[in-house]
T-cell receptor, first 112, second 116 residues
Framework: KAGVTQTPRYLIKTRGQQVTLSCSPISGHRSVSWYQQTPGQGLQFLFEYFSETQRNKGNFPGRFSGRQFSNSRSEMNVSTLELGDSALYLC???????????FGPGTRLTVL | QQQVKQSPQSLIVQKGGISIINCAYENTAFDYFPWYQQFPGKGPALLIAIRPDVSEKKEGRFTISFNKSAKQFSLHIMDSQPGDSATYFCAASTDPYGGATNKLIFGTGTLLAVQP
């Protein structure tokens, strides 16, 4: 089985712009979670989607949003980018009815 | 209550030695405790995981020890190799069967260097 794929792998944006990141989970996995990884804050949970519904949301401002499509692919969007949004954004898909999460390689976002 | 505290921040071990990384938690609702390994430029990879109903789980050279009463768990890497040099994260979450979600709370990470 192919693993979790994330596109693009690298992204450079300027302050004030918006960005959309994409995640394709492992085939058959219906749950997709997003995490932000920074040197200062570590790995922090952003949100989780299951069958196109947001099940949980982390403590991030409303500029961070996401959605999931019927094929389980997910996107996250960050509007009005700030310098502090520079991070590695990780997507994880979960085996149904288990806790087992598999992470993708991440999208490295740099905000200038 | 939602935090997972991890120590040490960094660790240097000689090849063939035992690497030990510790984590502690407060939230007794946590029901699943995985360890992830992350190499530079890669996403975290699931190494091994445990539930509170067992005190120890072993997979190859990796062992999780779990102390429910102390709310602590640790990762032991036996016969550490230079290829084990990476950042290790402990994490915790609640049981999705109970209707909770797959939200992982991560420790701050331990940078392990295994010297040849």
């Amino acid at each position: 089985k192919a693993g979790v794929t994330q596109t693009p792998r690298y992204l450079i944006k300027t302050r004030g712009q918006q960005v959309t990141l994409s995640c394709s989970p492992i085939s058959g996995h219906r749950s997709v979670s997003w995490y932000q990884q920074t040197p200062g804050q570590g790995l922090q949970f952003l949100f989780e989607y299951f069958s196109e519904t947001q099940r949980n949301k982390g403590n991030f401002p409303g500029r961070f949003s996401g959605r999931q499509f019927s094929n389980s692919r997910s996107e996250m969007n960050v509007s009005t980018l700030e310098l502090g949004d520079s991070a590695l954004y990780l997507c994880a898909s979960t085996v149904d009815q288990t806790d087992t999460q598999y992470f993708g390689p991440g999208t490295r976002l740099t905000v200038l | 209550q939602q935090q997972v505290k991890q120590s040490p921040q960094s660790l240097i071990v000689q090849k063939g030695g035992i690497s030990i990384i510790n984590c502690a938690y407060e939230n007794t609702a946590f029901d699943y405790f995985p360890w992830y390994q992350q190499f530079p430029g890669k996403g975290p990879a699931l190494l091994i995981a445990i539930r509170p109903d067992v005190s120890e789980k072993k997979e190859g050279r990796f062992t999780i020890s779990f102390n429910k009463s102390a709310k602590q768990f640790s990762l032991h890497i036996m016969d550490s190799q230079p290829g084990d040099s990476a950042t290790y994260f402990c994490a915790a979450s609640t049981d999705p069967y109970g209707g909770a979600t797959n939200k992982l709370i991560f420790g701050t990470g331990t940078l392990l260097a295994v010297q040849p």
